[in-house]
């Protein structure tokens, strides 16, 4: 997802992700490496990845290079398919509304149904890396919650308001092969594209044929 401008620990049930936040991202991003960010049109955007079934180097790999490309596209959520890989993995690294930093990683994300009571909507600005220099309002639920897995393939529970609640939404929809701009209507997605086609991207991008 775009900006509007250690080892886990599992309490109370959900992963605490808000602790050494700098030393983890870091740690991540200088391993990794670069990847281009695909763009809205390349088929690997616009289908449900497949589930992560091994939890090993190549993972803890792709994990290092996520978290590299997320920091050079200066985003704040990235899904695998969005550097060409067809994984359930998302990274984020990303603050709440209330300015708390989250760092962390998601694999065979399902985002969890919410009682009524949660379910107050958020019409914020939300942008994406493959939709560059785009943005539109979109009503979400303000709370979320996704269960999966970590990156050694452990269960964890992942909670989140405002901001960063919207960020685990965006990632998820994207590894069921779902834009952002395909919950708008005809005529904001039409201004949307409209948008990127007439904006110039600040990190590379995987052209489409």
Known sequence: M?????EQQVDDEFVVDTEDCEERER?????GTVRPITVVG????????RDVAEFGDDLARLVDDMFASQRAAEGVGLAANQIGVDLKVFVYDCM?????RHVGAV???VLEELPPGRRTLDDSNEGCLSVP????PLARPDYAVVRGQDAEGR?????????FARCLQH?????????YIERLSKRDRKDVLRQMAEGTPRYETVPND
């Open 133 to 136: 220099t785009a943005y539109a």
């Open 27 to 31: 740690a991540h991003r200088e391993r």
């Open 107 to 109: 694999c065979n994300p």
């Open 155 to 163: 269960p964890i529970r992942v909670q989140g308001t405002g901001y």
């Open 42 to 49: 390349n088929p690997v955007l616009h289908r449900e990845c």
């Open 96 to 100: 709440d509304d209330e300015g708390v």
């Open 171 to 179: 990632e998820t929809d994207h590894l069921y092969g779902r834009l």
């Open 2 to 6: 775009a900006q509007r401008t250690t």
